[in-house]
């Protein structure tokens, strides 16, 4: 006589055996991502500090390569007296953004110290024959061109961002530094006209030719200095 058959209730140890095994890969799993961004903050932080501890956290340095040949594509000989040097430090603010919600999202703002130079002066390849005359008393006159700027630019190694801050969801807006040097360059054009470069530097270039034409045994000197006109881009 067969005996009737029974089922056998399941064991628990296969799901217990699964449940162990996820928790044991995501607890190795945390672990793991603790290490590279506890290394990478180490990095960071070590990078504050000129300190390295962990090489592979560490942020990868800029590399440049200038091994292409230069390529010359004009070249002009120059007659220029420099006569004065403005140095001007200004501070610039480049901002992209809207209302509070959006500035607090999507905003973009940089302070920019910026430092540059304006060289002014008169340039004598522009000197005419005419401008120049001497009469039969040896004394002598001359008329030179206006005063103008010849160099307008910021220094590099001088020029920084001061302040930059952000949006939330904000990318960064990769031409507002840019932007905001070239309004640098503006900015301390039309600063050094306002504190008269061109006024100083034509009186400047007067002086200098006058000095240099006595020298030369005229009986007497005469030098006319006209001042030049400022070109601001707006």
């Known amino acids: 006589m067969q005996r009737p058959l029974t089922a056998t209730p399941a064991t628990p140890r296969a799901g217990l055996t699964n449940t162990c095994l996820v928790a044991v890969a995501a607890g190795l799993l945390a672990i793991i991502l603790s290490i590279v961004l506890a290394g ?22 800029t590399t440049i390569d200038d091994r292409q040949p230069a390529v010359v594509v004009q070249m002009q000989s120059l007659a220029r007296l420099e006569t004065m040097n403005f140095t001007i430090e200004k501070v610039i603010e480049a901002e992209k953004g809207g209302n509070a919600f959006q500035d607090l999202l999507f905003g973009d703002r940089i302070l920019l110290i910026a430092h540059g130079n304006v060289i002014a002066g008169v340039d004598l390849s522009t000197l005419d024959p005419d401008d120049v005359a001497v009469d039969e008393a040896n004394a002598v006159s001359v008329t030179l061109p206006a005063s103008e700027i010849f160099v307008a630019t ?65 009986s007497s000197v005469t030098v006319i200095a006209p001042t030049g006109t400022c070109d601001v881009p707006e």
């Open 40 to 61: 990478i903050a180490i990095g960071r932080i070590g990078s504050w500090f000129d300190l390295n501890p962990f090489g592979v956290f560490a942020e990868p340095e």
């Open 154 to 218: 910021l220094n590099n190694e001088e020029t920084r961002v001061y302040d930059r801050e952000q949006g939330l969801l904000s990318r960064g807006d990769a031409q507002i530094e840019t932007k905001a040097r070239q309004a640098a360059e503006a900015s301390i054009l039309e600063a050094a006209c306002e504190q008269g470069i061109l006024e100083r530097a034509a009186t400047e270039a007067q002086t200098q030719v006058t000095a240099l034409l006595g020298a030369l045994q005229f």
